[in-house]
């Protein structure tokens, strides 16, 4: 057979080095791409994050400013104020000064001035330091406009707020002093601080006035403005090029990388086998079959091969289907064509669920009554014939929720599902209507009857097979001792108590 030399041969070594480095380039691309935008999506979440801390650190430090306003200013009001502006006493003014510095425990300094600037009192116990003394003193009225801050003092840092005192025709006769530390603010910018993050109140100065946090390197920064101080709030956080997520992203590229790297030279290799690999395959199951083992379905990828891995896989489901025949026999009684006693234990736990679960479910044992007579008296084949028409009545009467069973010789069992006492007793009647239709269309005295104990499977933990049958057998036993033909019960519990 001459060979087609027309065509260059392609080297499968190339091609697979071409495919390695397409995979790493695409691989390398989508692993920029999703660091391109992760990186964005984090800038704009961070950007977020730090305009919504921005705004309630804001919300936070105008709340408590504006309470300090809002004292001083309802303190510069008060009428026994007025009264003392007018007739008091310089130790009147400074007993109501000492006075109202009581309740407000928050505050450093609490003072009367004159319209001058002069406190009225001891400023020591007004705990008025120098340097609150000087501005008052050189700025007069005009203090109340503007925020003065004053660290002389290690410790105390605080900053001032001032009100007017009028009279009723508007004239200023002086002005209400108060000194708020500024720890309460520290204490607002630190709460309001995100871990990693930094906060600041800059004064009119460019001088911070409380901050919390400091950050080295690129920052990103948000800048807004208090107007009722006259201050700026900056809020600042850390840039970070390479986030933790988006190094947890290349680890996972690079692992990822790697497994369809792996995976493509295994691939490769196993291509690199010979091609009968199949073939061998097939005949390592054809022996199986021989040796009656079990052999999954032969699946080929080639053409060439499907026939005879279809005929495998036909005569391997022939012998499966064979052994569940085989499975189908093993729990079927031979005589009558009902589940055996293997397949009654088999299905007894599943009603025991069910009963578990609150439904009623009877469990009625039953035999011939004076069975063996009959074998005596007409044969073994009238006994046989007996226990056929028996099952064929418990055929014709069971339910596909049920179970009929024959247990062994003339014991037979079944398992009812939803019925209670009353529909247990009428089940049995019919059976026993049932049974003499079937000994008459079997030629056997018509008169036979069977008996019957009954016990309801218990919802209550540590029920079993055998404590059930135990039951139901009691209850037979004195079904028969009654005088035969008839139903007992195993006990008085009802299918609504065991149920």
Not at 244 to 273: E, F, P, S
């Amino acid at each position: 057979m001459a060979l087609n030399t027309g065509s260059a041969l392609v080297s499968l070594r190339k091609r697979f080095i071409w495919l390695l480095t397409g995979v790493v380039g695409l691989f390398a691309a989508g692993m920029a791409l999703s660091l391109l935008f992760s990186l964005r999506t984090n800038n704009a979440a961070e950007l977020h994050l730090l305009k919504v801390e921005a705004a309630q650190a804001r919300t936070s430090v105008m709340r408590r400013w504006n309470y300090y306003r809002e004292v001083v200013d309802h303190l510069a009001s008060d009428p026994q104020l007025l009264d003392l502006m007018l007739v008091g006493s310089t130790e009147d003014k400074q007993q109501w000064a000492m006075s109202r510095q009581r309740l407000l425990p928050n505050i450093l300094g609490l003072a009367i001035v004159s319209p001058q600037g002069e406190v009225y009192g001891d400023t020591s116990l007004l705990r008025v330091g120098p340097s609150c003394q000087r501005d008052l003193l050189q700025r007069g009225l005009s203090v109340q406009n503007q925020v003065l801050i004053h660290r002389d003092v290690p410790g105390l840092e605080h900053v001032d707020l001032s009100a007017s005192v009028r009279e009723a025709g508007g004239e200023v006769l002086g002005q209400v002093f108060l000194s708020v530390r500024l720890a309460q603010l520290q204490r607002i910018v630190d709460d309001s601080t995100q871990p990693g993050h930094a906060i600041a109140l800059i004064d009119a100065a460019g001088e911070p006035v409380v901050s919390s946090g400091s950050l080295q390197g690129a920052v990103r920064e948000i800048s807004v403005a208090l107007p009722a101080m006259g201050w700026t709030l900056r809020v600042q956080s850390p840039v970070q090029r390479i986030t933790h997520n988006g190094r947890l992203q290349i680890l996972a590229g690079v692992l990822t990388l790697v497994a369809v790297l792996l995976l493509l030279v295994v691939v490769v290799m196993r291509l690199r086998r010979p091609v009968l690999q199949d073939i061998d395959a097939a005949m390592e199951a054809l022996a199986c079959l021989t040796r009656n083992e079990s052999a999954p379905p032969i699946v080929t990828r080639y053409v060439e091969f499907a026939p005879a891995a279809a005929n495998i896989n036909r005569i391997a489901q022939q012998l499966h289907d064979q052994r569940e025949q085989l499975a189908r026999l093993s729990l079927t009684d031979p005589l009558t064509g009902l589940p055996n006693r293997r397949a009654f234990e088999n299905r007894f736990p599943q009603m025991l669920g069910l009963a578990e679960r609150g439904n009623p479910i009877a469990l009625v044992l039953l035999d011939v009554d004076h069975f063996k007579s009959i074998n005596d008296r007409f044969g073994h084949g009238a006994g046989d014939r007996a226990l056929i028409a028996l099952a064929d009545s418990l055929k014709a009467l069971t339910r596909s929720s049920d179970m009929a069973a024959r247990l062994a010789g003339d014991e037979f069992a079944v398992l009812l599902s939803g019925l209670d006492d009353d529909g247990v007793l009428a089940w049995y009647r019919r059976l026993a209507g049932q049974l003499q239709s079937e000994l008459l269309a079997a030629d056997l005295e018509g008169d036979s009857t069977v008996s019957a104990g009954q016990t309801w499977l218990r919802d209550t933990a540590g029920d079993n097979i055998e404590q059930a049958l135990a039951r139901a057998d009691r209850a037979l036993y004195r079904a028969k001792a009654l005088g035969r033909g008839q139903l007992a019960f195993s006990s008085s519990v009802s299918a609504k108590d065991a149920g």
